[in-house]
T-cell receptor, first 112, second 113 residues
């Protein structure tokens, strides 16, 4: 298996623009997680899904953030409109049941 | 409040030397504790996992210990190599139905030649 796949790897955008981050989990995994990592706050859980259903979105910072998982092999995290304080590395991770979470390579987002 | 604290924040050692990273956790109920290694520009990768009944777990030159009574864990790196330069993150898994991990902020290790 290729592991968790994220795209794009880098994204530079201007304030106010819409940003969409994509994730393909490991085949057979039933949990998918979206994290944000900054130097100040470390890794923060934004939202996680079980069998494509959102379970806990309490970490989503505000209404500008939304996440979807239309099927078992694809998820998106959207920020609209983006702001400079959204600049961070966004990770997607997946696992089966409560096993080890496998992380993707991350998307480095810069909002100017 | 569930939380994980790590020390030191950063550490510089010479190649070949040993080092120990510390983790204190306040997570209840508690299921297990993992140490992750995160190389620059990559996602975290799990090194070890220990449940409350395990005291030590090794993975090559990495040895993790867990004291469930004092809620402390350590990661010992033996004979460090340049490739050990990374961030090491202590992660606690709460017990119960949640799959929400509790992350420490990490220790940034630099191994110098």
């Amino acid at each position: 298996d290729a592991g968790v796949i994220q795209s794009p790897r880098h994204e530079v955008t201007e304030m106010g623009q819409e940003v969409t981050l994509r994730c393909k989990p490991i085949s057979g995994h039933d949990y998918l997680f979206w994290y944000r990592q900054t130097m100040m706050r470390g890794l923060e859980l934004l939202i996680y899904f079980n069998n494509n259903v959102p379970i806990d979105d309490s970490g989503m910072p505000e209404d500008r953030f939304s996440a979807k998982m239309p099927n078992a092999s694809f998820s998106t995290l959207k920020i609209q409109p983006s702001e400079p304080r959204d600049s961070a590395v966004y990770f997607c991770a997946s696992t089966y049941y409560r096993g080890e979470q496998f992380f993707g390579p991350g998307t480095r987002l810069t909002v100017l | 409040k569930n939380q994980v604290e790590q020390s030191p924040q950063s550490l510089i050692i010479l190649e070949g030397k040993n080092c120990t990273l510390q983790c204190n956790y306040t997570v209840s109920p508690f299921s297990n504790l993992r140490w992750y290694k995160q190389d620059t520009g990559r996602g975290p990768v799990s090194l070890t996992i220990m449940t409350f009944s395990e005291n030590t777990k090794s993975n090559g030159r990495y040895t993790a210990t867990l004291d469930a009574d004092t809620k402390q864990s350590s990661l010992h790196i033996t004979a460090s190599q340049l490739s050990d330069s990374a961030s090491y993150i202590c992660v606690a898994t709460p017990g119960g139905a949640t799959n929400k991990l509790i992350f420490g902020t990490g220790t940034l290790l630099a191994v110098q030649p």
